[in-house]
């Protein structure tokens, strides 16, 4: 295909053939994997040459590609996945890593250093909580959050108060926030980076976790921001077979992550990429029935005697007010994450939780099978109780991830289980 025909086709058109040439592996319509740690050069004017580009000695030519040197700096497979993931998000490019957490801790490792602020929202996934809370401190960073429902001038207050604001480098917030499905502005969150930009002597980025909504379904890069990152275990994977992660932006900037990167050696491997390039040919289907499947659950969940309250982007209405606009904004389904209280406690959500037959008793989420868990005992342990309380992660509450069952199966468990916690 030339390019000019791929660039009006949309990204699940191209999943099966894009970056990909058979002409260079015997003809095999499928990439295979290039499951080799090092790569032969023609001769040794090449393989200068080609280190010349990948430490940045000398800019590439016009229409030059980073020779192939070593799977540590790149590989065929991981390449082409690449190139298949900025179409979704509408980046210039993309690392991908070998955990979302790799991918996260690298992004706020590369544009943060001693002294530097960092403004998180709040909550954030418990992994990325620990890393920023507990060892981000260790070399010199400081922290910063605000909460949901705090509007921009808050915001400020909120920096300017911790005495570093002339020292403001990332913005990283994550939304739908995990578990509760709260919503935080992107583009709000590009105006206080502007907002301090304009004082600072460094330019103030905006990184967002996308995993919640995954790449089909929110496109942070679209509003502002300047960084998206995924756990690739999570929609992108799919089949919960895989840890993966990936960083989408600039060209400018993802340079800066793969430079990174190449140090900390925390690249995903030729077999994790082949394992993605698959799993991206069904994301479309996949994540488009995941979605139909949430609203309808919703809706049961909804109506139910047995549920107090369902958290899920589809059931805000006008009387939400922000959240109800900032879903319009920015979201382009209502997920496929619901969570929701159950009437009781502890007991009456661990005795619905052992009652599931269809639906798996894991954490984790975004996979072709429904998964339900147990936030304030299980994902959410770690975060501070009184924090816990102020988020409504209570112990009634439960986290569905829905998957491509058939809905009226996925409902027909949760029914049954949901009849059982008061017997
Ligand atoms: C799972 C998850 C991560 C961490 O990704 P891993 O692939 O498990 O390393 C980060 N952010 C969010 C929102 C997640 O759900």
């Not at 190139?83 to 509408?90: F, S, V």
């Not at 602020?117 to 507990?134: E, N, T």
């Not at 275990?233 to 900037?253: E, F």
């Amino acid at each position: 295909m030339d390019s000019e025909t791929a660039k009006k086709m949309k990204p699940e058109s191209l999943m099966m053939s894009y970056g990909y040439k058979p002409e260079l592996s015997e003809g095999a319509v499928k990439c295979p994997i290039f499951q080799t740690s090092t790569f032969v050069f023609k001769n040794a004017e090449e393989g200068k040459s080609f280190f010349e580009v990948a430490y940045g000695l000398r800019n590439p030519h016009e229409g030059e590609e980073l020779g192939l040197i070593y799977s540590r700096i790149n590989n065929p497979v991981l390449e082409i996945l690449e190139n298949r993931l900025t179409l979704w998000d509408g980046a210039e490019d993309c690392a991908v890593f070998e955990s979302g957490m790799s991918a996260i801790t690298t992004v706020l490792l590369e544009f943060l250093k001693p002294g530097d602020l960092l403004l998180i929202s709040s909550p954030l996934y418990g992994g990325s909580d620990h890393f920023i809370k507990k060892i981000l401190p260790k070399f010199g960073i400081h922290v910063a959050e605000f909460k949901v429902g705090q509007c921009k001038d808050d915001v400020i207050k909120i920096v300017e108060a911790s005495g570093h604001a002339a020292n403001l480098a990332l913005i990283y917030i994550e939304t739908p926030a995990n578990p509760t499905n709260d919503l935080i502005d992107i583009s709000c969150s590009k105006e206080i980076a502007e907002y301090f930009s304009s004082s600072n002597k460094n330019e103030v980025y905006l990184a967002v976790d996308n995993t919640y909504m995954g790449p089909l379904w929110q496109h942070p890069l679209k509003h502002g921001a300047d960084l998206v990152l995924y756990s690739a275990t999570k929609y992108i994977g799919g089949h919960s077979d895989v840890i993966a992660g990936a960083c989408l932006g600039s060209k400018v900037l993802i340079k800066r992550v793969k430079g990174l990167r190449t140090f900390l050696g925390n690249m995903a491997g030729p077999n994790t990429g082949w394992l993605l390039l698959r799993s991206l040919e069904t994301l479309k289907v996949r994540m488009d029935t995941q979605a139909f499947n949430a609203n309808k659950i919703a809706a049961f969940l909804s109506g139910h005697r047995n549920v107090e309250k369902v958290y899920f982007p589809g059931n805000l209405t006008e009387k939400d007010g922000e959240q109800f606009a900032i879903k319009n904004k920015q979201c382009l389904t209502n997920g496929a994450m619901i969570s929701f209280d159950i009437k009781g406690g502890e007991k009456e959500a661990f005795r619905f939780l052992n009652s599931l037959q269809l639906i798996k008793l894991a954490v984790s989420l975004g996979s072709t099978e429904s998964l339900a868990e147990h936030p304030a005992t299980m994902t959410h342990v770690d975060v501070d109780a009184a924090l816990r309380k102020e988020l409504s992660i209570t112990e009634k509450m439960i986290r569905l991830s829905t998957g491509v069952e058939n809905y009226e199966d996925i409902i027909f468990d949760l029914n049954q289980a949901l009849e059982k916690i008061n017997l």
